[in-house]
Nanobody, 124 residues
Framework: QVQLVESGGDLVQAGASLRLSCAAS????????MAWFRQAPGKEREFVAG????????DYAVSVKGRFTISRDNVKNTVYLQMNSLKAENTAVYYC?????????????????WGQGTQVTVSA
């Protein structure tokens, strides 16, 4: 069992940067691939970024590639999402997710562990 707690969500203006954090507790964090998903009002939860258990492989949604960066610190048991050049359409609740496998995948069904989410609001 892994418990995940996100933080860092905020209300910012378009063009700003924000860094989300996800602190994990429970089983060995390094044994899990991690990912960020987001859900905007009235929309399905969608994959944003993912990272393998040791950080050597990352994957991004096309819409965020080049602006968002996922990273992890296996000593601090924390995964981060650095978001730059934010746009109004990035407004959503952002969720951290974990799966007990080496690589991250884009399907939300593959992740048994989820945080409660953190709200990111970008004003135009």
């Amino acid at each position: 069992q892994v418990q995940l707690v996100e933080s860092g969500g905020d209300l910012v203006q378009a063009g700003a940067s924000l860094r989300l954090s996800c602190a994990a507790s429970g089983r060995t964090f390094s044994g899990y691939a991690m990912a960020w998903f987001r859900q905007a009002p009235g929309k399905e939860r969608e994959f944003v970024a993912g990272m393998s258990w040791n950080g050597d492989r990352t994957d991004y949604a096309v819409s965020v590639k080049g602006r968002f960066t996922i990273s992890r610190d296996n000593v601090k048991n924390t995964v981060y999402l650095q978001m730059n050049s934010l746009k109004a359409e990035n407004t959503a609740v952002y969720y951290c997710a974990a799966r007990p496998f080496i690589v991250a995948v884009t399907s939300r069904a593959a992740y048994p562990y989820w945080g409660q989410g953190t709200q990111v609001t970008v004003s135009a």
